[in-house]
């Protein structure tokens, strides 16, 4: 019964099966007992809340912060008990705050819906009623046949029926759902692929069974069953059958496809899906530091309570002749009056919570971020790129790096692959010119055709040029067979998603091996100026687990032939035939040299055989459950018993500034790791070529381990050779295995050994190895802040686990820069992101939040003293117009101003010397020593304020001309007034970085205090229930001793705070005062010597006037 309301209320939804049955063209069965399932329609909805939920359900996010929470409850207690001060105080300054948090929210929130009905508004075709008629896209329904013309976006999640080609294919980017710029080819099954046009598309009898909406955009299983010629046809459905909503159509007239997926259930949708929260290390420390100061206000509550009743256990005092108590309060409970006194007291104290912190610190990270976008020495000028921020979140996590973890293929290098060298049955060739030139032999070869290549060396290339995914573009042509006009061959393009298969296929032409195209079914190359025709049978799809890919193809001669190519450690263990030792050596050869090394083998299958394997494939690819493990099976199944055909190595070249990017990083005192999938030789060879690893480095090896044992012992047999040369530095090469068991029973001995390596290097690593890795070091004891930065899908697991995920935008895709938190087009974007903008950050916000707590610190400790003088009678200080406006405006803006421009050091000088990123780590401005620092600076300033005027004013209250006294407003805003300067002052003193805006602000903050009190106290408001401040401020500003109480008692406080930073600045400096120093007497030195300049080119102009003066008079007859 209770599962059966919940479901009702949409709380637990009724169980759903693991696939769904769509039919095509909405067929569905005529018998009675059918139930249609229910889909999702095709409205996008990217917007959070709706007209009738945005204020309860914004109300409720923003109250989960503990800040408005808190404050929300002093507002009701307010509101309910008797307190000294109106609700106003604390009900203002938190409807100021969750107003404008909820305009920026809603604001955003109705650009989205804007966007939303844009989409779910743009006009479609669909097949209905026998014939095609124009709807809007939010009206598709799945089972829905939708037409799609060129360079349009699909609408939904689409299983491709039919295209304008014979065969049934087309071409599609997914540049805006993965940033993949190359063409990908999709194919209909042949039996829908024949109908072409409407009606026989509606007269189409099908079902498609598959998985119901998952995220994974390469992921799609499913199938279909066509009623072909009353007989009932099965073919499988994956990912290259699957059109998804976003994509665009290209270099293809229109294609037909079924809707499958529809609205917030397409692949598109699911990714949009928000990434788990980040919280950087200075937003935890805001919250510690939140919940020291809720103990501060509760003890000053408690204290001032105790005392109160303690002052009152004499008569005298409990009820003086000028207060005397009703019957009523004689009556009450005595625990009730404790607990409300104890709460009006937290009301006249809860100030000392700044409500304004939280959203101050929103729009400096808000504002802040712009300036990473417009940072033009982050811009790349060749990809047209700028630095990216997905988050704003963690900009001053920046400033917080100790470990960085880096992919090595398109984020070290370039990702842009050259075919330099191959091995081929045994023998290393090189290309010269275009041939196939064996190592060692002269290059000064005639030109032509080398006719000295053997059946194995052309095999070889044949390979090359056939087993792959390359896709190709001709000039001007819509259709791969339109490839001639007037006679002339068009231009080719090869398209590829991994730019190592584009290297071999371009190198493979160069040769005299070009492969023309591949048209669904068929594969065509040139050998040497003749035609051959492949039929393609098969194609056994890349992954991570196999690291190869395989095509099975049929000769032109009849014959069944495996084509494969992967890393040397997934092909040499399943060969049987061919030069294997001779390979493998050449391979180890390439890979020191620091290329990326891939294995080309081959297998031929008896008519039999190909049979048998024919039958498992069509199996496993049409079953439902499990498809995944089952096509793994068979592939292992097949990809066995090679023969060897040989090797090739391909150049990635280093990107730009690599080695003085790793450089300034480890000067920084950042740990850099590369975690790569290439193998062990190649890896150390780029590692010691872009400075990872230094030739003066004494590398480690925990490598090709083959037990736990084993694995230990190695272990310690590097803990203590670490410990024995602990003079010179450590690198540390480690494999995928060998990491496996390490991480399985040793993971302390390893992390040791890590710990104490100054470089690491981890090879042949899974994608999830890598992450695992991240998570390692992230939650170790020491829990240093890490940053992960890739450039591709494999990258974006450890992207996600670390601390700060950066994503290059490279040629990989956009995974990895959807995924992450920043985005840059360079690693050497990496140096200035974290040496400059982390720095600034940092520091800016660091000394924003302890400002934050120190004045108001400032601002409620006179409140407190201010209760011994009047009984702990809980009379405010202030009055209640300044309560509110403090944080909101007399305060606010020096702050955001000084949070968003302050710069402690010139930004070439931070990154000239990296060392200086050391000051700020590990979170040293927000450690215990700063926050008690600026605690106890606001206590004694609060101290200074009031005792010094309460010194001035006790001894002789008649300060007036005319002998009027003082009274307790005048008294107070005399505090207030001391108290808004020298906070303001004091940031003034903090500021490093002067502009117009800071000027502004800080001088504008102090002459709006006193032109808004002379407004405010010099009128009688009719809406204020008392006038106890007219002509209070007027007053106190006409006295001589209140204008040199108020200069005395600022000197007074400041003055201590200038002498202490002179004398640390001299005797214990910084790095960073250091350099700072450094920069003033360059700048001195500097404006002298251009004032010496300026000085001598006077006297050189006078003295060019005066020769010349001279020349002429004695001229003269």
């Not at 019957?327 to 007291?345: G, P, T």
Request: with cysteine.
């Amino acid at each position: 019964m209770l599962r059966w309301i919940r479901q009702q209320l949409g709380f637990d939804p009724p169980h759903q099966s693991d696939t769904r049955t769509v039919y095509v063209a909405n067929r569905f069965p005529q018998h009675d007992h059918y139930i249609p399932q229910k889909f999702a329609d095709n409205r996008i909805i990217s917007s959070k809340y709706t007209v009738w939920n945005f204020i309860p359900k914004n109300l409720f996010e923003q109250f989960r912060r503990i800040a408005n929470f808190y404050f929300l409850i002093i507002f009701l207690v307010q509101l309910m008990i008797d307190t000294p001060t109106s609700p106003v105080t604390s009900g203002l300054p938190l409807f100021f705050v969750i107003t404008v948090t909820a305009i920026k929210q809603g604001f955003e929130d109705w650009l989205r819906h804007k966007a939303d009905n844009e989409v779910n508004g743009a006009p479609v075709y669909v097949v209905r009623s026998g014939g095609l008629v124009q709807t809007r896209s939010k009206n598709i329904r799945v089972g829905d046949i939708v037409r799609v013309a060129k360079d349009e976006t699909f609408p939904a999640d689409l299983v491709l029926l039919s295209s304008d080609r014979r065969e049934g294919t087309c071409h599609v980017t997914t540049a805006s759902l993965d940033g993949e710029t190359n063409l990908k080819t999709h194919s209909a099954v042949p039996e829908t692929a024949i109908s072409q046009s409407v009606s026989s598309l509606e007269a189409i009898i099908a079902v498609i069974e598959c998985h119901q909406p998952e995220a994974d955009l390469y992921r799609f299983v499913g199938r279909i069953t066509v009623n072909h010629c009353g007989e009932e046809i099965v073919r499988p459905l994956g990912p290259e059958n699957l059109l998804l909503r976003g994509a665009r159509l290209k270099n293809t007239k229109e294609i037909f496809g079924v809707a499958v997926y529809t609205g917030m259930e397409t692949k598109m949708a699911l990714n949009y899906k928000s990434k788990s929260q980040k919280r950087s290390a200075v937003e935890k420390s805001m919250n510690t530091f939140l919940m020291i100061y809720l103990v501060i206000l509760l003890f000053e509550a408690v204290l001032s309570t105790i005392l109160k009743y303690a002052w009152q256990a004499e008569e005298k005092w409990d009820e003086p002749w000028y207060n005397q108590k009703t019957e009523q309060e004689r009556n009450s409970s005595k625990i009730l009056k404790f607990i409300s006194d104890f709460l009006a007291f937290l009301v006249l104290y809860n100030f000392i919570i700044p409500i304004s912190l939280y959203v101050t610190v929103e729009m400096q990270k808000f504002l802040g971020s712009f300036f990473i976008g417009w940072d033009l020495d982050l811009y790349h000028e060749e990809s047209d790129e700028k630095a990216q921020v997905n988050t704003s979140d963690l900009n001053e996590e920046l400033g917080q790096v100790e470990y960085v973890f880096t992919d090595k293929t398109g984020t070290l290098t370039e990702n842009e692959m050259q075919f330099r060298e191959c091995s081929i049955n045994g023998v290393k060739y090189q290309e010269i010119n275009g041939k196939l030139v064996p190592e060692g032999m002269a290059e000064d070869l005639p030109d032509g055709v080398d006719s000295n290549l053997s059946e194995e060396d052309i095999l070889f290339l044949k390979a090359a040029s056939l087993c792959h995914t390359v896709q190709i573009s001709y000039d001007q042509a819509d259709d791969l067979g339109d490839r001639q006009a007037n006679g002339i061959l068009r231009q080719m393009e090869y398209y590829a998603s991994s730019p190592d298969e584009k290297a071999l296929v371009e190198a493979t032409k160069r040769i005299g091996v070009t492969f023309n195209g591949n048209n669904g079914e068929t594969m065509s190359i040139t050998s040497f100026g003749k035609l051959e025709i492949y039929k393609l049978l098969h194609i056994l799809e890349f992954d991570a687990n196999r690291r190869r890919m395989s095509v099975i193809l049929q000769t032109p001669s009849g014959e069944k032939i495996l084509f494969t190519k992967g890393a040397e450690s997934s092909i040499l263990p399943y060969t049987k035939t061919g030069e294997i030792d001779k390979t493998r050596m050449h391979v180890d050869e390439l890979a020191l040299k620091g290329l990326r090394t891939l294995v080309i083998a081959c297998r031929h299958f008896t008519p039999e055989e190909y049979i048998e394997i024919d039958r498992r494939l069509h199996e496993a690819r049409t079953a439902l459950q499990q498809r995944e493990e089952r096509l793994a099976d068979v592939f292992s199944y097949i990809e066995k018993d090679f023969e060897l055909l040989g090797a090739v190595g391909v150049e990635d070249k280093l990107q730009e500034k690599v080695q003085e990017t790793i450089e300034a990083l480890r000067m920084a005192g950042i740990k850099v790791w590369v975690l790569t999938g290439d193998k062990h030789e190649t890896a150390v060879s780029v590692s010691l070529s872009c400075g990872h690893f230094h030739r003066t480095m004494n590398i480690l090896e925990l490598v090709q381990q083959k037990s736990d044992s084993e694995c230990a012992v190695q272990l310690r047999r590097l803990d203590k050779r670490i410990k024995e040369d602990h003079v010179i530095q450590h690198g540390l090469v480690v494999d995928g295995a060998s990491l496996s068991l390490a991480l399985r029973q040793h993971e302390k001995l390893f992390m040791d050994v890590c710990r104490n390596c100054t470089a690491v290097l981890c090879c042949r690593m899974a994608p999830l190895q890598k992450a695992k890795v991240v998570r390692l070091l992230k939650t170790s004891p020491e829990k240093p802040i890490t940053l992960a930065i890739g450039d591709g899908a494999n990258d974006v697991s450890m992207i996600q686990e670390a601390h700060v995920g950066i994503g290059i935008m490279g040629k990989e895709g956009r995974q990895a820069v959807r995924n992450s938190d920043y985005a840059i087009a360079r690693f050497k974007f990496l140096s200035k992101l974290l040496l400059v903008h982390g720095h600034f950050y940092y520091i800016r916000i660091a000394t924003l939040v302890q400002y934050f707590f120190y004045k108001n610190v400032c601002f409620i400790t006179p409140q407190f003293l201010y209760q011994f003088f009047c009984l702990f009678s809980q009379q405010t200080l202030y009055d209640s117009v300044y309560l509110t406006l403090y944080n909101i405006c007399f305060t606010s803006l020096p702050i955001l101003v000084y949070s968003l421009f302050e710069q402690l050091v010139h930004p070439h000088v931070l990154q000239n010397k990296p060392a200086l990123y050391r000051d700020i780590s590990k979170n040293a401005l927000l450690s215990c020593k700063p926050f008690l620092y600026w605690t106890l600076l606001g206590f004694c300033h609060a101290f200074i304020f009031f005792f010094g005027s309460y010194l001035l004013m006790g001894e002789d209250t008649s300060l007036m001309g005319n002998g009027q006294m003082f009274g307790n407003w005048t008294f107070g805003t005399l505090v207030f007034t001391i108290m808004v300067i020298t906070v303001t002052l004091k940031l003034a003193l903090e500021t490093h970085f002067w502009t117009w805006m800071n000027h502004f602000v800080t001088w504008g903050s102090i002459a709006f205090y006193f032109i808004f009190s002379l407004f405010y106290g010099g009128i009688i408001w009719p809406f204020l229930h008392t006038q106890d401040m007219y002509f209070v401020f007027v007053q106190l500003l006409s006295s001589g001793s209140a204008w040199f109480a108020i200069i005395l008692i600022v000197i007074t406080c400041l003055f201590p705070d200038v002498i202490k930073n002179v004398f640390y600045r001299h005797l214990q400096p910084t790095n960073t005062q250091k350099t700072q120093m450094e920069e003033d007497k360059s700048s001195v030195s500097s404006e002298y010597d251009f004032a010496e300049s300026r000085n001598r080119k006077e006297d050189n102009r006078q003295l060019l006037t005066d020769l010349s003066s001279h020349h002429c008079i004695s001229k003269k007859p």
